[in-house]
Structures are given as C-alpha cells and as structure tokens.
T-cell receptor, first 116, second 109 residues
Framework: EAGVAQSPRYKIIEKRQSVAFWCNPI?????LYWYQQILGQGPKLLIQ????????DSQLPKDRFSAERLKGVDSTLKIQPAKLEDSAVYLC??????????????FGPGTRLTVL | GQNIDQPTEMTATEGAIVQINCTYQ??????LFWYQQHAGEAPTFLSY????GLEEKGRFSSFLSRSKGYSYLLLKELQMKDSASYLC??????????FGAGTTVTVRA
C-alpha cells in the first residue's frame, strides 16, 4: 500500500513570499491532518479535514495560512506571506476512520520549509 | 491547554533497556500513542494504549495508568537503529492528537 505522499520535500523562500505544500493521503482515508513541527518540538496540529470538510482549524494562523481538500482526497496548505517563525517541517497525516472512530495516523515524509 | 511531559534526552548502551516516561494533563483522554521519529523522517507508529496496563510488541512495550496520567515506553535489547526521537501523544476529549516534545534516545556501542 502506498503511503502518504508530500511535495516538495524541501523549500527555501524569503520572508513575505508565498509557498504551497501538497499532500496525497493513503487511498480511502477519510481524515487528513496538517501538522507543523518546529525543530526540537513535537508536531502541532494546524488543521484537520474529514473528507472535504474542515473539522478543526483552531490552531491555524488564518491571517496567513490556508488549506483546502478538494474532492476529499488531495490537500494543499498555503502560507502567504511567510514569516521567519514559519520555518519548520510541515507534516501531512491521514487516518482511515472518522474523527470519532479514532484510528492510527499515518504520516508523510514532510516538507522542510526554511524562511530566510 | 494540554500538558504532556517527557524527558528531553536519554542515552543507553547497545543491548540495554531504556524506559521513557510520559506524564500528561489534558482536556479529556481517549487514548495514548507512542511514535518513533528518526532524524529528518516522519513519525511512525509504535503503540496505542487506551486501557490501563502493559502492551507488549516485540522489543517494545508500552504501559498506561489513566488514574495517574502516566505512561512509559520500554525499549529492550537496544540496537543502534533505535537511536531516534520518541513522541508521546494523547488523544484528547475532542479527538485531537496532542504531542509531547519528544525524547531523543542515543544508543552507544
């Protein structure tokens, strides 16, 4: 079974520029998550989708971050404009169950963003 | 807010046993995960506890005490490849997964 795919793997931008990340979850997984992992810290949930609806985006800095999951499959996460403190690894994860029927999350390899 | 504490670093010798403790104070509890994360890689699932007690899976075991808000991950017969960060994560009442900062384990020959 193919795992969670993410691209790009690495991205370097200057502050105030825009950037987008892409995630393709495991086929058939209903729930998709975006996490931000700053060096030396655990992943922090940014947004959670169930199919193509947003379940939780309470920790998403909505003034600069946006995400969508069209057709309930692939998802994109955008930052516009980027700040220095956005430098982190952005992890996408998917889970086969619904939010209430909790299952193990499967993580993609992540996108390492460096903002200069 | 969620509070999940685990030691920052641990060092052990190849073939030894290491126990990584995790204490948590969260808004509700629906289960606890342990993940392994090698440097530059994604977290991978190790164990899941929702009831009190010990879950054993090969060289790795995980223990949970809900009344004490406490879990540990036990790594036996350490191998060099076990050098990684180990993340404790709690599923809270609203079914969110909250992670600790991780424990970096270094295995020495």
């Amino acid at each position: 079974e193919a795992g969670v795919a993410q691209s790009p793997r690495y991205k370097i931008i200057e502050k105030r520029q825009s950037v987008a990340f892409w995630c393709n979850p495991i086929s058939g997984h209903a729930t998709l998550y975006w996490y931000q992992q700053i060096l030396g810290q655990g992943p922090k949930l940014l947004i959670q989708f169930q199919n193509n609806g947003v379940v939780d985006d309470s920790q998403l800095p909505k003034d600069r971050f946006s995400a969508e999951r069209l057709k309930g499959v692939d998802s994109t996460l955008k930052i516009q404009p980027a700040k220095l403190e956005d430098s982190a690894v952005y992890l996408c994860a998917s889970s086969p169950g619904t939010v209430e029927n909790y299952n193990e999350q499967f993580f993609g390899p992540g996108t390492r963003l460096t903002v200069l | 807010g969620q509070n999940i504490d685990q030691p920052t670093e641990m060092t052990a010798t190849e073939g030894a046993i290491v126990q990584i403790n995790c204490t948590y104070q969260t808004s509700g509890f629906n289960g606890l995960f342990w993940y392994q994360q090698h440097a530059g890689e994604a977290p991978t699932f190790l164990s899941y506890n929702v009831l009190d007690g010990l879950e054993e899976k090969g060289r790795f075991s995980s223990f949970l005490s809900r009344s004490k808000g406490y879990s540990y991950l036990l790594l036996k017969e350490l191998q060099m490849k076990d050098s990684a960060s180990y993340l404790c994560a709690v599923i809270t009442r609203d079914y969110k997964l909250s992670f600790g900062a991780g424990t970096t384990v270094t295995v020495r020959a």
